[in-house]
């Protein structure tokens, strides 16, 4: 049964880069058909989408956080990663991991919150 | 950018009722369209996928309709399981959410 779980520092200062880890349990990151993605949620709001990425292929980030965001697979160690860098109050949120077969996302890790926060 | 947007915001309802929730976009998504369930402190849990598909495992008295820029999701039959938060999202172009729907006890 495959799972996701997400790992990282709890708070980040402003102006410095958010860097959280996926693992991904019970399969393999390079399974055919799968893309890996990020979504956060601000505390008591909804839902945003930050990018994703599928083995061997280009990442896609959602266009308001291009400029800051960098999604990587290390295949050795099963995992995917999220970079958010110049990070604001406005970037505190749960932050998702998630995994993409059937078109969208439905797979979910159970989700990390990050402060901002000097 | 698709724009999602569901109504109701909040919906009071009690046990054995029947609730519709809608959500519409602001451009044609054809199918794309996923629903999703949310508890507070919890990840959101895929119930409906391609506007009427049924994830697996998910009980059938979820159930989702329409296409184009309307669509609807649907309890046929509350249970107290069922109160949390659902979201629409489209993944036409790339993935955009609804802003949510509070499903309450009355």
């Known amino acids: 049964q495959l799972q996701l779980q997400e790992s990282g520092p709890g708070l980040v200062k402003p102006s410095e880069t958010l860097s959280l880890t996926c693992t991904v349990s019970g399969g393999s990151i390079t399974s055919s058909g799968y893309y890996w993605g990020w979504i956060r949620q601000p505390p008591g709001k909804g839902l945003e989408y930050i990018g994703s990425?599928?083995?061997?292929?280009?990442?896609y980030y959602n266009p308001s956080l291009k400029s800051r965001v960098t999604i990587s697979v290390d295949t050795s160690k099963n995992q995917f990663s999220l970079r958010l860098s110049s990070v604001t109050a406005a970037d505190t949120a749960v932050y998702f991991c998630?995994?993409?077969?059937?078109?969208?996302?439905?797979?979910w890790g159970q989700g990390t919150l990050v402060t901002v926060s000097s | 950018d698709i724009q999602m947007t569901q109504s109701p915001s909040t919906l009071s309802a009690s046990v054995g009722d029947r609730v519709t929730i809608t959500c519409r976009a602001s451009?044609?998504?054809?199918?794309?369209l996923a629903w999703y369930q949310q508890k507070p402190g919890k990840a959101p849990k895929l119930l409906i996928y391609k506007a009427s598909s049924l994830e697996s495992g998910v009980p059938s008295r979820f159930s989702g309709s329409g296409s184009g820029t309307e669509f609807t999701l649907t309890i046929s039959s509350l249970q107290p399981d069922d109160f949390a938060t659902y979201y629409c999202?489209?993944?036409?172009?790339?993935?955009?959410f609804g802003q949510g729907t509070k499903l309450d006890i009355k």
């Open positions: 999202q489209q993944y036409k172009s790339y993935y955009t």
């Open positions: 998630a995994s993409r077969t059937s078109g969208t996302w439905g797979l």
């Open positions: 451009e044609s998504i054809s199918s794309w």
């Open positions: 990425i599928y083995y061997g292929g280009s990442p």
